[in-house]
């Protein structure tokens, strides 16, 4: 297949999108970040050895993969510094194969004072952010003072902007949260010192893409959190500030919508969420906890225990809706070994009402109850299973159930962290050595 392709979580992140991204980039020339920033955290093992990225691209492991930050990530210089000396350290070489884009906004110091002033005045309406400054540069941005990665290469003018943005912030900062003012000199300085570094990664990341594109090359979109967390389309406010949907791998790398070919719709094989908010199917008995503990259900950014509950149909149906999702690909099936019932929520109680799509209204979304269909456990283990007709057939019923609920092909199961632990059902994924 010489086809594109956007791999996005299609819950409220989490799903196993790193995973996945660094099995299949194997078949791509190069993989795009396109939204978020560093509040991801994606997980990679290969054979046994494990590596968490947050702003790099999952392809970052395969030597012959170029990867790309497009304009709609927001940059923490420091964050990227830190990650390329944490791989560096472990033997990967990035030298040439990364790219970030010169219109990326940046995460200053200040992102990350209000990001905690705001949580802090919330008091029990928090969000639950990541306390990486990722709301208030996207805010900066839509208003139009954000600064961008090219104004850092021009240092008077780079001064002049931080400290025209920062006497704003500061004023916001101590008067509407009475939180102490920032002083802008180091900030400007700190920034300013990452300048050699940073050069000659900065690139015109949708010249590159196009340039790719013409010549043939297959390229992965990654995207970052999940459909849920949409800031348009997920359970606002209780969201993060970027439209984190297939169709944003379009406007947040350059390439246009034609040039998205394939969507893989990842999903957990049960429901997650770190911070606040509606989460109707959440279990706070043995068996969450039994999911959590299996699953190692802690942030991979913030170390935050992750909420777990069964899965939510309703909640994913419009998810794939969303995202145009062409196959789904469900992950950490293994988590699930063990237990003797399987719930599949399938419709929503909201007042006197049974809804089979979720409210728009986050307050309805919140006192939604589930309605659930049972289904037999298997008491098998699903761990590294690599081929489908070996699978409990408790479980492939469970797999087919989701796929006829959700009116979409499985594409891929995951049946555990290893990049090995991985089994392909659409042929289009297959690679050409299989
Ligand atoms: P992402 O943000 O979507 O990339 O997902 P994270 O990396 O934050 O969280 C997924 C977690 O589940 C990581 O610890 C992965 O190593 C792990 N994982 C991914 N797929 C599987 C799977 O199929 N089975 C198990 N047991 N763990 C998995
Ligand atoms: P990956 O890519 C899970 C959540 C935060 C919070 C909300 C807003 O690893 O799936 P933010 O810092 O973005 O303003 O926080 O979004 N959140 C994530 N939850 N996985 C993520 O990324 C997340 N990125 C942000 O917990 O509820
Ligand atoms: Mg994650």
């Avoid at 094989?269 to 969450?288: H, I, K, M, Q």
């Avoid at 489908?388 to 159930?401: E, G, I, K, S, V």
Wanted: proline share 5%; with cysteine; aromatic share 6%.
């Amino acid at each position: 297949m010489s086809d594109n392709l956007v791999v996005i979580g299609t819950q409220w992140g989490d799903e196993g999108k790193g995973k996945i991204v660094d099995w299949l980039t194997e078949q791509f020339a190069a993989v795009v970040r396109f939204q978020g920033g560093h509040n991801a955290g994606h997980t990679l093992v290969i054979q046994g050895e494990k590596t968490v990225l947050h702003l790099i691209p999952s392809g970052i492991l395969r030597p012959q993969v170029r990867c790309l930050i497009g304009n709609g990530v927001v940059l923490s210089l420091s964050a990227l510094m830190e990650e390329l000396e944490t791989l560096e350290q472990a033997g990967i070489a990035t030298a040439g194969r990364l790219q970030v884009s010169s219109a990326c906004n940046l995460i200053l110091p200040y992102h990350i004072a209000l990001d905690e002033a705001r949580e802090r005045a919330l008091g029990q309406q928090a969000i639950g952010t990541t306390g990486r400054g990722i709301g208030p540069c996207y805010e900066d941005k839509v208003a139009r003072r954000g600064i961008r990665l090219y104004e850092l290469l021009d240092e008077a003018h780079f001064s002049r902007r931080v400290q025209a943005v920062m006497a704003y912030h500061n004023t916001i900062l101590q008067q509407v949260f009475g939180a102490e003012p920032l002083a802008s000199q180091p900030v400007i300085n700190a920034a300013l010192a990452y300048r050699t570094r940073i050069e000659p990664l900065i690139a015109d990341v949708p010249d590159e893409l196009y340039r790719l594109s013409q010549a043939g090359q297959r390229i992965l979109f990654e995207g970052a959190q999940g459909a849920l967390l949409d800031i348009d389309h997920g359970t606002y406010p209780y969201v993060t500030s970027s439209n984190t949907l297939s169709g944003a791998a379009a406007s947040g790398s350059g390439l246009g919508p034609r040039a998205l070919h394939y969507v893989l719709g990842i999903v957990k094989a049960y429901t997650t969420r770190v911070g606040s908010g509606p989460f109707p199917t959440e279990l706070n008995d043995a068996v969450g906890q039994y999911l959590g503990e299996r699953g190692h259900e802690f942030g991979a950014t913030t170390g935050r225990k992750r909420r777990c509950g069964w899965l939510d149909i309703v909640a994913l149906r419009r998810s794939l809706q969303l995202n145009s999702v062409s196959g789904l690909c469900i992950t950490k099936l293994d988590v699930l070994d063990g237990l003797e019932v399987l719930k599949l929520c399938v419709a929503y109680r909201y007042q006197d009402q049974e809804l089979t799509t979720p409210p728009l209204d986050g307050r309805q979304f919140t006192v939604c109850e589930p309605v659930y269909e049972e289904l037999p456990g298997w008491s098998d283990s699903t761990a590294g299973i690599t081929c489908y007709a070996d699978l409990p057939a408790a479980a492939r019923a469970y797999l087919t159930r989701i796929a006829e609920l959700c009116n979409t092909p499985l594409a891929v199961i995951s049946t555990g962290p290893d990049r090995a632990d991985t089994l392909v059902l659409d042929p289009q994924l297959a690679r050409a050595a299989d």
